[in-house]
């Protein structure tokens, strides 16, 4: 089912001269995550929005004000190429005093449906990726609810979403699957809570498919509901079963990202090992893949609402608030901290040079009013960034980096959003090669 | 000689009837979960909620049956606490439910479905009498942790409604 592919990675820096970097791929894998380039053109982004633990029938009104805000505003502003709910759409309380799931509830699938108000939003079957969380899945063993009523089950009548885009000659493959307990289990108030929680073996060969049918993806990004294993608070629960095998997966088809929802935190890590549940038989994932867990769009405060971008197959990401503009997000270079101090999946260095591209997506409901500035290492000096011509929410500078020393450094980009709020993003580069810049004794001497 | 033969006809005769009627109930229980599942699983998702209806009014005829063969049948109580639950009778749902506590005491989960239909009836005093009856029978934290979290919701919420108990 593996089979190699030599990717060419190109990119172009005037100052320096023309930097062509080969991208061999490691044997077994498909898509590369080691794939990003630094690239000139400024045509190669695609950008997504990621939520979760949307909740719809919880106590109070937050499920179907934030969603509706998300798939309204959000969706209008961002402009995403898709959007992603990863899990929990419903509540299955039907709001009860205690909050206790003795669902499934038709209501709330109707509220959901009513929320997404398709016929305003535009949402369908093509940029709209739902797939079920535990709450979904209690007392439902057949997820009938789910299949009924979500986006994406009466469309394809399953549970695990996969979809693919195309950008400027790369292809990008994006994979959902169903975490969630297959037994149909109701919720119980002892530990697993009826979240026996898993990907089982007809599960986990339809990821396999899905994998192996899009070996041709320059990316692949996965999500789930649940975390992959366990985490540290005992509210949680996590892959009881298929974690291995799936972990396995992820590895030997060069998967860039595990997104997931479930706990009701926010996180950036990077996932390179865990231990089966109940044999604690460890297991690795090389070189690992970008692990980042975003809190409950229908029950928390803040970090519920997850921004990506592939830029020249470099990823980015913010995750805030809703209802608060603008959003910034630097998308080339590429963090090299994104998940773990120097994460292995970024295969380039800033060079040291007068041309190097810098840019960041801005999102305001009046982007033209917006204005966005970049500075180096927190320095008190910002420089202006320009908006790109053929994308409005895109802004670039060409960053001199020639006065800089070989090391880490900070890039922040500040956008000033049509209201007059500010918002930052910061990344960390590794900027190599010496200093071009001559000391001013050289240059008199070569003078006289 | 006389009580012999009766002996025997006895042992040839009483099995299968008491099969048969051991069927029955198995019947009665396993239509009245058909009927139900029909209605929830199948019908209901599909918005096909006038049949549905049917379904459990269907469903709520065998478990009664099943039920009056056997007082003690906790799976047909534990339906018909469903049914009636999903047909918005929580009094109905509460007594039911009851049945499977008094069955199966150390089910604590159902001491909160209980609950739970006790506070939609109204009866908020007996709602928090069974959840206090749940934590005798457990001596997990977390949960009895959350036990008295839904006690104290119950006492906000009627103290912050002014609502008393149904009479």
């Known amino acids: 089912m593996l089979s190699k592919r030599i990717k060419h990675c190109h990119t172009s820096l005037a100052a320096v001269g023309m930097i062509c970097m080969m991208c061999g791929t490691t044997p077994g894998w498909t898509g590369d995550p080691t794939s990003a380039a630094y690239c000139q053109e400024n045509d190669r982004i695609l950008w997504f929005i990621t939520i979760t633990d949307t909740h719809i029938g919880a106590r109070g009104s937050q499920d179907t004000d934030n969603l509706s805000w998300v798939v309204h505003e959000g969706k209008n502003v961002i402009n995403p190429s898709f959007i992603v709910l990863s899990g929990d759409i419903t509540d299955s309380t039907n709001g009860n005093l205690f909050g206790y799931p003795n669902g499934p509830y038709q209501s709330e699938w109707d509220e959901y449906q009513t929320t997404l ?6 949402i369908n079957a093509g940029n709209f990726f739902d797939f079920p969380g535990n709450h979904d899945a209690y007392s439902d063993p057949t997820f009938s609810y789910y299949l009924s009523n979500s986006i994406q089950g009466q469309i394809t009548g399953q549970t695990q979403p996969s979809w693919t885009r195309e950008l400027g ?19 119980s108030l002892f530990f697993p809570y009826g979240d026996n929680a898993g990907l089982d073996a007809e599960e986990l060969s339809y990821i396999e498919s899905e994998l192996s049918l899009h070996t041709d993806a320059d990316l692949t990004l ?16 996590w892959l009881f079963y298929g974690a291995p095998e799936f972990a396995a997966l992820l590895e030997d088809y060069g998967v860039s990202s595990y997104v997931y929802g479930h706990t009701h935190r926010f996180s950036e890590a990077f996932f390179t090992q865990g231990v089966e549940y109940e ?9 690992g893949v970008f692990y980042i867990n975003i809190n409950s769009l229908g029950k928390a405060e803040d970090d519920y609402l997850n921004v990506t971008a592939i830029d020249c197959n470099g990823i980015s990401m913010v995750t805030h608030g809703i209802d608060s503009w603008p959003v910034v997000m630097i998308t080339t270079p590429m963090d090299r901290n994104l998940g773990k101090n120097a994460h292995p999946l970024l295969g380039y260095t800033v060079p040291n040079g007068r041309n190097n591209p810098l840019r960041a997506l801005l999102f305001d409901p009046n982007v033209s009013a917006c204005m966005a500035e970049y500075r180096i290492d927190s320095e008190a000096v910002w420089y202006a960034m320009s908006r790109a011509e053929t994308n409005q929410n895109l802004w670039e500078a060409a960053w001199d980096t020639s006065a800089l020393n070989e090391g880490v450094h900070t890039v922040e980009v500040r956008a000033t959003g049509s209201e007059g709020t500010v918002q930052t993003d910061m990344i960390s580069v590794y900027v190599s090669g010496e200093r071009k810049i001559l000391p001013p004794a050289i240059i008199t001497y070569i003078l006289w | 000689m006389k009580k012999i033969i009766t002996i025997v006809f006895l042992l040839i005769w009483l099995p299968p009837v008491m099969c048969a009627e051991e069927k029955e109930k198995v019947d009665h229980v396993e239509r009245g979960k058909a009927y139900f599942k ?17 379904q459990y009014i269907q469903a709520v005829k065998e478990l009664k049956q099943a039920i009056a063969a056997n007082p003690d049948d906790e799976v047909a109580y534990r339906y018909l606490a469903r049914v009636y639950a999903v047909q918005k009778k929580p009094a109905e749902a509460a007594t039911a439910y ?26 908020y005093n007996r709602a928090v009498k069974t959840l206090q009856a749940a934590k ?32």
């Open chain 1, 279 to 287: 044999t604690t038989t460890p297991y690795t994932i090389t070189p």
């Open chain 1, 117 to 122: 108000d398709i016929t305003q939003t535009g």
């Open chain 2, 38 to 54: 029909s209605g929830f699983y199948q019908l209901t998702p599909k918005h096909r909620q006038i049949e549905a209806k049917e």
């Open chain 1, 169 to 187: 000659g790369s292809k990008y493959h994006f994979l959902g699957t169903n975490t969630s307990a297959n037994d149909g289990s109701a919720f």
């Open chain 2, 98 to 123: 009851q049945k499977v506590i008094a069955l199966n005491p150390w089910d604590v989960d159902t001491y909160v479905l209980a609950a739970l239909a006790l506070v939609e009836s109204q009866q």
């Open chain 2, 136 to 167: 005798e029978y457990t001596d997990d934290n977390m949960v009895l942790l959350k036990i008295d979290g839904y006690i104290a919701k119950i006492e906000g919420y009627r103290n912050s409604k002014e609502v008393s108990d149904v009479k």
């Open chain 1, 222 to 237: 996965v999500f789930g509901h649940h975390p992959i294993e366990e985490t540290d608070n005992s509210d949680d629960t």
